[in-house]
């Protein structure tokens, strides 16, 4: 659904596709000398433009590390990050979203998403425009002037979204975002996620502990084994995607079937 929100991911020939992402032999070490710790790698991971990658694993297997290494937070001890072909800058190489909503709260809903707005370098005479949009897509018509403790936890959750697609950015990467929300808000977000990512192309990389959640919402999930975390399962998911019956995808044999396979392998990994 063309929008200006969707990311062209047309590529030249033999350039990297946009929001590619690239980890090549990747270590990540916390700390030094006898206190190290490593927590990643060595991990080698292609995500093409526009896949909605799944991360799974048991507590500390270095999920948040991987994310934090494609976004730039964290410079790789050994091997090297690629972002559309270059090394990731941070707040410019993604749009985050982390498992609390981290908004301002002195600001009204329209404030932060105002403030993303500016950062990503959106002409001012188009925020009205480009607001409502965002807006729209997460499901937040008419809470603009809502401050932000006047709303649920899952709408505080879909404020970061919109501020997180804000930027015309190809890249989405998203740490347990849903994880402190109850059941339904999450089901609905989940949907909405898988909605939103679909329709503007954005490559995504989403963590979670939830084998339910990562058949749902991914075209691929890689499971981490544990500490350090290295590749133990790269499966494709080929559950429909577009339009689709939520319900009736949750309860079909196919979704059942993964999300064991997808279970077993994460408590294999941990083992
Ligand atoms: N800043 C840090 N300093 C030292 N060690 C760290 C740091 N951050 C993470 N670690 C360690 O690195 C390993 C991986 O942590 P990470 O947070 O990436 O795992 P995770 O899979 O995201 O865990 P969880 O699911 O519990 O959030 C763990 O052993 C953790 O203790």
Redesign the pocket.
Known sequence: MPSSETVDATTPVGATPVGAVRLDQVTHR??RGGQA?T??GPVDLTVPSGEFLVLV????????????LIAGFEQPSQGEVRVSGTRPVPGEAAGVVFQSPRLFPWRTVRGNVDLALRYAGVDRAQWDERRAELLARVGLEGTEKRRTWEISGGQQQRVAIARALAAANPLLLL??PFAALDALTRERLQEDLRKVTDQTGRTTVF?T?SADEAVFLGSRIVV?TQ???TVALDLPITLPRGDIDAEELRNSAEFTDLRAQVSHAVKAAAA
Request: hydrophobic letters at 30%.
């Open positions: 916390y700390g710790v927590a990643v694993g048991a507590s500390g297997c270095g999920k948040s590390t991987l994310l934090r740490d347990e963590v502990h981490l500490s350090p975390g």
